[in-house]
């Protein structure tokens, strides 16, 4: 167990609507990352936020949306969904906002359909 | 952007086998991890090791930073460590993301 919790676990839903995915962060880490996982495009790594600000940006479409609460928990939006967003979405968290070891969530898997 | 390229893509062992899988990445790097994931699909943290060598149990690490490779030695299989492995690292002086290899899938038979 990472310390990093992930809801929910699955996650079923029709093309064109509104999803949001939930990460706390293990105790005392202050970076939130969002990795997406899909069969075509491996790992990858969509946004980062640390102690509430976002930091990074990776390949996150304008349909996605994150953000970190002050008690530091994130939320993923993922709206007007296609087909092709099905993947297991990872949550990581580390202390720092660089230089540390990032800890994966068990993920939520997304089906679309 | 960097190349993580890892090697081989797909391994069968027996149980009790040792093995070597290798990471090689085309840029200096601030941080490499390894992980294991597992059929399930959680993604388990094996090593944090930008330099150096660790060991923990029947798994260990080794990372030469000066020739950009990396190396993830598993000893005495078990099919509990059946799963992919991969290898990320984050790119000297950019933000702290993780970049992935594509994985080696390990599959250990009894």
């Known amino acids: 167990d990472s310390g990093v919790t992930q809801t929910p676990k699955h996650l079923i839903t029709a093309t064109g609507q509104r999803v949001t995915l939930r990460c706390s962060p293990r105790?005392?880490?202050?970076?939130v990352y969002w990795y997406q996982q899909s069969l075509d495009q491996g790992l990858q790594f969509l946004i980062q936020?640390?102690?509430?600000?976002?930091?990074a940006k990776g390949n996150i479409l304008e349909r996605f949306s994150a953000q970190q609460f002050p008690d530091l928990h994130s939320e993923l939006n993922l709206s007007s969904l296609e087909l092709g967003d099905s993947a297991l979405y990872f949550c990581?968290?580390?202390?720092?906002?660089?230089?540390?070891?990032?800890?994966f969530g068990p993920g939520t898997r997304l089906t679309v359909l | 952007g960097i190349q993580v390229e890892q090697s081989p893509p797909d391994l069968i062992l027996q149980e009790g086998a040792n093995s070597t899988l290798r990471c090689n990445f085309s840029?200096?790097?601030?941080?490499l991890q390894w992980f294991h994931q597992n059929p399930w699909g959680q993604l388990i943290n094996l090593f944090y090791?930008?330099?150096g060598t660790k060991q923990n149990g029947r798994l260990s690490a080794t990372t030469v930073a000066t020739e950009r490779y990396s190396l993830l030695y598993i000893s005495s299989s078990q099919t509990t460590d059946s799963g992919v492995y991969f290898c990320a690292v984050v790119v000297s002086g950019g933000y702290n993301k993780l970049i992935f290899g594509a994985g080696t899938r390990l599959a250990v038979h009894p």
């Open positions: 090791i930008p330099s």
């Open positions: 105790s005392g880490d202050l970076s």
């Open positions: 990581a968290s580390s202390v720092g906002d660089s230089g540390s070891a990032q800890y």
């Open positions: 840029d200096s790097v601030n941080n």
């Open positions: 936020y640390y102690n509430g600000e976002e930091r």
